[in-house]
């Protein structure tokens, strides 16, 4: 019998003891460690490799849903929450299963073996898995990325401008760019439009940090923020500039 | 309109005076020209009667149609008519009770000096009448919205004592089932703390309480959540013998405090520590919450909470002021000061402070 490992992520205590409590009961699963944030989560998954995760999704600095993003290659993962009416409709579809805190131990063995039995097809659930958690609620507030082995929270206010770069979206703050493995359109449905216009096939740009749009070549445009950065705009980014500046 | 209205109102006992005294005037004066008492006083009875009567139609009247702003030329119109039915029926009925030729002719010279004063007082009377209907529309409006706002003031309270985070609840009993595995004894004792402490947001009091009991109700949560978070959360509660007397509406305390807990866990790594200093600075109680954030990546929800904003909806009700909630920013410490005047009288803590 091949041992799963098992990394256990929540910043309650308590809440990761009846986790591991009810895991004795599955010899082939081995606890490899405990985290209480999702910083230490990062680490272990990357140390660890593990099989399975159960992920709180309510924790400090960075949720569950993104310490998700924040790891290469997720492993199959198990949420437990108290209450969160999200969660459960996003992930009733991709997460091997969710559990509602306090959960019995027969629910939980019952996800267990969900597991076992769903072991092969894990890369697919993961992508997909990805994708909602993106879109959680808490994610329109901030970013969160990876430089290094860093872990960086940006508050979406000090996001100043995007840029697509291949497969990254660039994120412009006032403290320096940060690549994140996102596409333009995924930011451009998370970013609150009043806020954030897309101006072109590669920018996105806080409205607010514009100080000048100056006509350029044919129909086209460019604007000059704040910070100095001169960010070009298409003949439809234009039209959309006019509607929410209301010129 | 709240009472029904009686005969012997006020009123229409001044009214009924006014009628009497003219009555008398009237007789007097037809005495003086030279009839008899007895043809004075039928004439002035007759009149008088017959004026009452238009008197109570048109006050009558104005008691269920009230013309709109502009339309009082109606009211007019309405006198007008009124006055010429009364000349009519004191022309038509008075020479038959009185049948002397001396005294017909007078009558029929008097007829315009009479429709004038008849008039006169029957738009008197519509002008008091309505002035009165009107006031008193007013004040049932008034009452009316009074109650309303009550109403909806004392829903509006409830809700705002009663909101308690769900997750708090489901949380807690989840480490009450981790504890039951190794810690029977804690399991029991964080049973008892979160039935204590649920009984006490359930009450629906609505007097108000004394800050020592209101932080024997706050420790109960802090209890709990210290059983939740382990060392991460350490709680201090710094007050003195004077602030413990002082009085607080109940609950309002809790929800800041699940604020701080909240932000001070969430917003950083590491240990919390969250504080509460209550004093009294000019028998005004003042009460500083605090918890650390980190100014970097602070949400921008940050300190606006629900928790927040309904604490201050809540002191906006109670004292109609908005300048008793401070918030502060310092060192990576975010501190909201509340200042509670003590306005209630403590021999009669109703929720309402004395006006």
């Known amino acids: ?247 | 309109m709240e009472n029904q209205p009686s005969l012997f109102n006020k009123f229409r006992f001044i009214v009924g005076a006014g009628l009497l005294a003219w009555f008398a005037l009237q007789s007097y004066l037809l005495y003086d020209f030279g009839f008899s008492w007895k043809v004075a006083s039928t004439d002035a009875g007759t009149t008088s009667v017959l004026l009452a009567a238009a008197c109570y139609l048109i006050s009558n009247n104005l008691k269920y149609y009230q013309p709109e702003k502009g339309r009082s030329v109606f009211i007019l119109v309405l006198c007008l008519v009124l006055t010429f039915l009364w000349i009519v029926a004191c022309r038509w009925l008075l020479p038959q009770l009185i049948p002397e030729p001396a005294y017909k002719s007078f009558l029929i010279q008097s007829l315009t000096i009479r429709f004038s004063i008849a008039f006169l007082i029957i738009t008197c009377m519509a002008m008091l009448s309505a002035l009165r209907y009107m006031q008193k529309d007013q004040k049932a409006n008034e009452a009316r919205k009074l109650a309303a706002e009550t109403l909806a003031r004392d829903a509006e309270l409830y809700k705002l004592r009663q909101q308690l985070q769900p997750h708090f609840l489901f949380n807690s009993l989840n480490s009450i089932s981790a504890l039951i595995g190794f810690k029977p004894d804690e399991a029991r004792k964080m049973i008892h703390q979160l039935s204590d402490f649920l009984r006490g947001t359930l009450k629906e009091e609505q007097q108000w309480v004394t800050l020592q009991h209101e932080l024997q109700h706050l420790q109960l949560y802090l209890d709990i959540e210290k059983v939740r978070f382990g060392h991460r959360l350490t709680t201090i509660l710094r007050h003195n013998d004077t602030a413990d007397a002082m009085l607080i509406p109940p609950m309002l305390l809790q929800p800041l405090v699940e604020n701080a807990i909240k932000f001070g866990l969430y917003d950083t790594i590491g240990d919390v520590t969250i504080s509460l200093d209550a004093v009294v600075i000019s028998n005004q109680l003042q009460i500083t919450i605090s918890n650390p954030y980190d100014p970097e990546t602070a949400y921008p929800k940050h300190g606006t909470g629900f928790g927040l904003s309904g604490v201050k909806r809540r002191l906006y009700l109670l004292f109609a002021r908005h300048d008793l909630i401070e918030i502060q920013t310092r060192n990576s410490i975010f501190s909201i000061t509340l200042k509670i005047p003590q306005t209630v009288n403590p021999q009669n803590t109703d929720l309402k402070p004395n006006a």
């Open chain 1, 1 to 247: 019998m091949q041992v799963k490992k098992v990394l256990i992520i929540d910043d309650e205590p308590l809440a990761r003891s009846i986790v591991h409590e009810y895991l004795q009961q599955f010899p082939q699963m081995e606890v490899v460690q405990e985290c209480g944030d999702g910083f230490e989560g990062v680490k272990a998954i990357m140390q660890h490799k593990p099989d399975l995760i159960f992920l709180d999704v309510q924790m400090p600095k960075i949720n569950g849903f993104e310490m998700l993003e924040l790891v290469d290659q997720s492993p199959a993962v198990i949420f437990t929450t108290a209450f969160d009416e999200y969660a459960l409709k996003a992930f009733e579809a991709h997460a091997v299963d969710y559990l509602l805190k306090p959960f019995s131990k027969e629910r939980f063995n019952k996800a267990i073996e969900k597991f076992l039995e769903n072991q092969p097809k894990k890369p697919e659930t993961t992508v997909a898995l990805l994708e909602t958690a993106a879109s959680s609620p808490a994610q329109h507030d901030r970013i969160v990325v990876k430089t290094g082995t860093k872990i960086k929270v940006i508050p979406i206010q000090e996001v100043i401008y995007l840029e697509a770069a291949d497969d990254y979206v660039n994120i412009h703050t006032a403290a320096g760019a940060f690549l994140k493995n996102k596409t333009m359109s995924f930011f451009e449905k998370i970013l609150d439009p009043d806020l954030f216009t897309r101006v072109h096939r590669s920018y996105i740009v806080r409205v607010e940090q514009i100080t000048r749009i100056d006509p350029y070549e044919k129909e086209t445009h460019i604007l000059i923020l704040k910070s100095g950065a001169k960010i070009p705009v298409s003949k439809a980014g234009y039209a959309k500039l006019k509607q929410v500046l209301g010129i």
